[in-house]
């Protein structure tokens, strides 16, 4: 959270899309705060993600398939040196309520380096050090999993959907069998 307002996920909807080469993942939360305040969401992901907002209605259209068609659910978890600089800004964009950032951290030396630059453009306090958040970027960075989204919001003290973000990432599946 980028202050001390108290904020909660009153809701939080996701489609998952997999073809063995590509995976979809549609997010969107209903938030609230104690306060009007901004929060950063920052979501791992296995490759570069493109980003978009998500179609109109894509959460009513997915549940509508799922009751024509009587899907049942699966679930399923999964885990996952060069002359690069330690933190590489790849992409920036205002998307309706979000202010979208990808970057690939290929070293945590100047990640918070990296994070307080990032907290001063967006006017937010920064701190000497972040343990907690450093110490899940080096658990990614050890499973090979470096790309991160930033996903800065306002949040009000009405409960609203934030509208629901669209992340495309390639799959690389090995097939085993011979």
Same mark, same amino acid.
């Given at each position: 959270? =980028?202050?001390? =307002? ?6 939080? %909807?996701?489609? &998952?899309?997999?073809?063995?080469? *590509? ?6 939360? !209903? ?20 980003? %978009?907002? =998500?179609?109109?209605?894509? @959460?009513? /259209?997915?549940? =509508?398939?799922? $009751?024509?068609?009587?899907? $049942?659910?699966?679930?399923?978890? %999964?885990?996952? /040196?060069?002359?690069?600089? #330690?933190? *590489? ?9 979000? !202010?979208?950032?990808?970057? $690939?951290? +290929? ?11 990032? @907290? %001063? ?10 343990? #907690? ?5 080096? !658990? ?10 930033? !996903? ?13 973000? *669209?992340?495309?990432? +390639?799959? @690389? &599946?090995?097939?085993?069998? /011979?």
């Amino acid at each position: 959270y =980028a202050s001390d =307002a108290r904020v909660s996920e009153e809701g939080q %909807k996701a489609i &998952i899309l997999h073809n063995y080469n *590509e995976e979809v993942l549609i997010l969107g939360t !209903d938030l609230k705060a104690d306060k009007s305040t901004g929060i950063i969401r920052f979501i791992p992901f296995p490759s570069e993600p493109t980003v %978009k907002l =998500a179609p109109d209605k894509s @959460f009513e /259209s997915i549940a =509508a398939l799922l $009751k024509s068609h009587e899907i $049942k659910f699966v679930t399923q978890s %999964k885990s996952g /040196s060069s002359l690069q600089s #330690d933190v *590489e800004l790849r992409f920036n964009q205002k998307m309706g309520s979000h !202010d979208i950032t990808i970057v $690939k951290i +290929n070293n945590t030396n100047r990640f918070r380096e990296w994070v307080n630059s990032y @907290f %001063k453009r967006k006017g937010l306090p920064i701190k000497d050090e972040y343990p #907690d958040i450093e110490s899940v970027v080096n !658990d990614y960075l050890s499973r090979g999993i470096n790309w991160f989204v930033l !996903d800065y919001v306002d949040v009000s003290t009405e409960t609203k959907l934030i509208e629901p973000v *669209e992340y495309l990432i +390639n799959v @690389f &599946i090995s097939n085993s069998c /011979s």
